[in-house]
């Protein structure tokens, strides 16, 4: 009898029959991978080898962009300067754990997409937009930790019956941050693209130069919140779902740590912008159940008519205190002046140095640091003395 031969069994056994892909043990994924011009990329993180495959035959197709794997052409290709962005409102009220170099990413991603685009297109983001000033070392460790998190985001979208049914997608397909070439690149996963492209309905827009100016990844999740949910103000939510809208699972458990570290400087922040957002708290027993959320925007100032451009002088006494008051509290000439044209009654002024000193007294404190002290002023008067805003109309 011929001596067994197991050699050629196990060259049987450890062929790949998908070529392409490796299993990668820190994520318990798939990883599709090409080589192209003597370098080895990868083209996505996938749940199944299968997909993974996929990935990679549609590379060597040429169905993927030469963007992702010749970075070099990012400078001739651009990338879109879009300074509106939008997202279906699904997408903005499923959990999106993201930093804040990820949320800024994030923006940037959207503004890739054009309000007529037909087709998905590649992910471009100049290093330059994403962070004006010098990226540095431990710049680029959060920006290739947002890179890889994406490439790992699976994104849980509601459903209608959820003990039963599950939808999870993925937002990217693939994402290469390039740092010789100053950019970072990729693509939007096929199954994201109808929570991103040619949205008709139930979808919510930001304004990508608010977003930059954002200094914490929770007011961004505030941000997209807000803006949803401001064209059916008020809203009530309980504080389970708002938590876990915006916050990491299992972090802030309690709603005092919540309300301070999380809530309420979101909120200041986003007052800083046009918004003009106050919530309350309703209880059930003694725990806070459920936050209201009233959601308005800030009225510019109208301007004064020619002849009410100056005011009679000189200015008594409480006009004056208030003329001063107001100027500590950041408002401009005309609004200054507007307010004394309206307000004149000694009682009035009396009252509105009263209404106006806690807001004064946590400016000079700085209790409340990321306030908008004009705004938080303009927002008093307007609820105190609506005269002021009519007398124009």
């Excluded at 067994?4 to 990668?24: E, K, L, Y």
């Amino acid at each position: 009898m011929a001596p067994f031969a197991p050699f050629p069994i196990r060259c049987q056994m450890a062929s790949n029959p998908f070529p392409g892909t490796t299993f990668d043990k820190t994520n318990n994924r798939w990883k599709a991978r090409i080589t192209q011009g003597g370098k080895t990329r990868t083209v996505g993180i996938y749940r199944t080898q299968a997909e993974a495959y996929e990935a990679v035959q549609q590379v060597k197709a040429g169905q993927w962009p030469r963007l992702l794997f010749e970075p070099e052409a990012a400078g001739l290709a651009g990338s879109r300067k879009n300074s509106r962005v939008a997202q279906h409102n699904l997408l903005v009220e499923a959990r999106l754990p993201l930093s804040l170099m990820g949320a800024r990413l994030f923006a940037l991603m959207l503004r890739c997409i054009g309000r007529e685009a037909t087709a998905p297109p590649p992910i471009v983001i100049p290093i330059s937009d994403l962070v004006p000033n010098s990226l540095g070392g431990s710049g680029y460790e959060s920006l290739r930790e947002a890179v890889n998190h994406f490439l790992e985001l699976r994104i849980t979208l509601p459903v209608l019956d959820d003990k039963k049914d599950v939808k999870v997608i993925n937002l990217v397909q693939a994402m290469e941050l390039n740092s010789a070439e100053g950019v970072v690149v990729g693509l939007f996963s096929p199954l994201a693209l109808p929570y991103l492209m040619a949205l008709t309905d139930n979808f919510t827009v930001g304004q990508v130069d608010e977003l930059m100016r954002l200094k914490s990844a929770n007011t961004h999740r505030f941000y997209w919140l807000m803006r949803s949910w401001q064209f059916r103000s008020p809203v009530t939510v309980t504080v389970a779902k708002l938590r876990e809208l915006t916050t990491q699972a299992g972090s802030y458990e309690q709603y005092a740590d919540f309300r301070n570290k999380v809530l309420q400087p979101s909120i200041d922040e986003l007052n800083g912008l046009d918004f003009q957002i106050t919530f309350s708290e309703q209880r059930k027993g003694r725990a806070v159940d459920t936050v209201r959320f009233d959601i308005g925007k800030q009225e510019a100032v109208p301007p004064l008519p020619a002849e009410n451009l100056l005011l009679p002088l000189p200015l008594l006494p409480l006009q004056e205190k208030v003329r001063t008051r107001l100027g500590k509290l950041k408002l401009t000439e005309a609004q200054v002046r507007k307010v004394l044209l309206v307000v004149t009654a000694e009682a009035d002024l009396t009252r509105l140095l009263k209404e106006t000193y806690p807001v004064l007294r946590d400016l000079e404190t700085n209790a409340r640091p990321n306030e908008n002290v004009a705004a938080a002023t303009m927002a008093l008067l307007k609820s105190t003395f609506p005269a002021i805003w009519s007398s124009t109309n």
